[in-house]
């Protein structure tokens, strides 16, 4: 009895779990759709743009400029005294150069005196060249005339006569070949003047280089700081005579990694990272590793008018690195973790992989420059920033311009 009881349970109870399922397969299928969200995209092309390093580095005044002597001379004048305010182009000092005076007018009528002799020879050169060319016409005519003759009948001819013939084309010979030696003892000495005159003319424009470094003109605007000579003493080649500083002019050393040695090229123009943007640049690297922290030291100069700029203040600047390959540029709000971007297709967010490569400042505002395993190209990226993006997730979006 009990287990009859028991298997009638058991029984209801399949037969009211069969029911059910079979009702719950019947029901429609209900399914919450989920609301688009509206986002901006643009579209990814590949770029060539360097990436931007952020360095920092320190005002620093320029040391005043040491002009020194490239001459062996007698110091003749000074015009400044220290502390003495210049302009570029100002006589500074004179040295004497009477010597150097004396043997630039000497070296001057030498080289007048051999274009002189040049020009007569190339005036008898050009007569020798006349002279024989006439006496190989008449070598020729001489030659043809004893041809003539000597093809004359044996009965028609006489042997004083054709000796005379040969004894004029013999006497032609030896004219041509004396204007033929002529002109060429004239090219060789028209060729040895001008080798002397070449020289004289080295050594002339030397000594007028001589006599301009004895004339010390200020290299720009500036301050004296130290006059080293006084009138009266002579100098020696190297010797500094006078020092200059220029209030105005300072650079930026900057210390960076020295893994970017490679990448910075002197006379490469970068921005400060102010509200001026001053340009600056690179004018010295030093290729002297500090092993204690991998850093080497550069020198930024400013290109245009000198910003005020407290000595030794610290300041920052971005300089351009280029990269071996190409790579996408996207605005900041489209990199999630450092490590994704997300790619619209068909209304739907698709998660991708990226490596970011480097940043740069457009108008102030940074994009980052990034690489895929996959190519990207022409493919939209989400540039509205999500609180929690998915894949999958449905959206609608509106292209917008790089």
């Known amino acids: 009895m009990q287990k009859r009881l028991i298997l009638r349970i058991f029984g209801f109870t399949l037969i009211a779990c069969t029911l059910l399922l079979l009702t719950a397969s019947r029901l429609p299928s209900q399914s919450i759709e989920e609301t688009p969200l509206k986002v901006s995209s643009q579209k990814l092309e590949k770029h060539n743009a360097p990436r931007m390093l952020k360095l920092y580095g320190k005002v620093t005044a320029l040391k005043p400029a040491d002009i020194e002597s490239t001459v062996l001379s007698k110091v003749t004048a000074i015009y400044f005294k220290e502390g003495d305010q210049v302009k570029q182009g100002d006589l500074l000092i004179e040295l004497d150069h009477t010597s150097l005076k004396i043997k630039k007018a000497a070296l001057t009528a030498e080289s007048e005196k051999i274009q002189s002799s040049i020009t007569q020879l190339e005036s008898s050169f050009k007569h020798e060249q006349a002279l024989k060319k006439y006496e190989l016409k008449l070598l020729n005519q001489a030659k043809d005339e004893l041809k003539s003759y000597q093809q004359l009948n044996q009965s028609y001819q006489s042997e004083q006569k054709l000796r005379a013939y040969k004894e004029v084309v013999i006497t032609r010979e030896k004219q041509y070949t004396v204007h033929m030696r002529n002109v060429e003892s004239l090219i060789h000495d028209i060729q040895q003047q001008q080798a002397n005159l070449d020289v004289t003319t080295a050594n002339l424009l030397q000594v007028i280089h001589d006599i301009d470094s004895n004339t010390i003109k200020a290299p720009f605007d500036g301050t004296i700081e130290q006059v080293f000579v006084s009138v009266g003493q002579v100098t020696q080649v190297g010797q500094p005579i006078i020092n200059i500083q220029n209030p105005q002019l300072i650079f930026i050393n900057v210390f960076m990694p020295a893994q970017y040695l490679n990448h910075l090229e002197p006379g490469k123009s970068q921005a400060m990272l102010n509200n001026s943007h001053e340009t600056l640049m690179l004018n010295r ?81 940074p994009y980052y420059l990034i690489s895929s395993e996959e190519d990207l190209t022409s493919k939209d990226v989400l540039t509205t920033r999500i609180t929690q993006p998915r894949n999958g997730m449905r959206v609608n979006h509106v292209p917008e311009t790089q």
Do not use: C, M, W
């Not at 005020?308 to 990199?335: F, H, K, R």
């Open 285 to 365: 690297i030093s290729h002297n590793v500090d092993e204690g922290t991998a850093h080497i030291d550069a020198a930024y100069y400013f290109t245009q008018q000198t910003p005020l700029l407290a000595i030794g203040s610290i300041v920052s600047l971005y300089a351009d690195i280029n990269l071996d390959q190409e790579t996408y540029l996207i605005p900041e709000t489209s990199i999630y973790q450092d490590r994704f971007i997300y790619i619209i297709d068909n209304h739907s967010l698709i998660e991708k992989n990226i490596q970011p490569q480097g940043i740069r400042y457009i108008q102030d505002t």
